[in-house]
């Protein structure tokens, strides 16, 4: 099958709208393939960090980024997803709110997200594809038969983020998070190159006061509408 007939869902949206656990519950529903297009440009952070390179250099941040030596490991019945940077796991190191910042910022680089392009889209395989990030649904896979722009207010995201970090990182607070949560969205919506907007195409579902269960319904309706996958129960 080319890759242009291989359906994908794109979900975009800012950090802490729920794109990464909608993706990742899709695509273990529906057994397709997933992107997390957000965790690639973390783990271009995280390599700048190992590799003492300043975050501003856009020529040095492209080369390592086309020759970013990376593994997916997709979850499994007995065990999480992992993510191998150089062969080491960095699975829960890239989530920390300061790498999140570093990948906004090499994230507005052209020569970096250039660099990217073809990683992002190689993830289009059988029998289809949930796509996160900021520019699935405008710039990776224009053609996607079906775009979710995924919002929640700004608050609603740092209480979110706040739940899911502070066991891991104490010193972390709300406060901060909503201060670090409108920084990065302030950059990612405002830079020059692919920044976070909806396509004129997608659906735009704001998840304040949503559960889970009922983002996923939504989207996976939408998806059975247009015809990309069966009907089935949640
Ligand atoms: N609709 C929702 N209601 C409550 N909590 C949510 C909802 N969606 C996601 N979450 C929680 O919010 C946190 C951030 O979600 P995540 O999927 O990482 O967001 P994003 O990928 O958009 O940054 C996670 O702990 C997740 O379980
Ligand atoms: N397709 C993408 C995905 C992420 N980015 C950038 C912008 C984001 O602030 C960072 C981190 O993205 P990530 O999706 O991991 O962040 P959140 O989980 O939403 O907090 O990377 C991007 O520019 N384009």
Redesign the pocket.
Known sequence: MSASIIPVIAID?P????????ASLLARHLGWSLLDS?AIYRLVALAAEYHQIPLDQEAKLSELAAGLDVRFIPATEQSPANILLEGQSVTDCIRTEQVGAGASKVAALPQVRAALLQRQRDFRQTPGLIA?GRDMGTVVFPDAPLKIF?TASAEERAR??Y??LKDKSPDVTLTSLLGEINARDARDTQRAIAPLVAAPDALSLD?TS???DQ?LKYILDAAIQRNLCAERQV
Do not use: E, F, Y
């Open positions: 949206g950090s802490g709208s729920g794109k990464g656990t909608i957000g996160d995924l979110r983020r739940l899911q998840s949503l559960s889970i983002v």
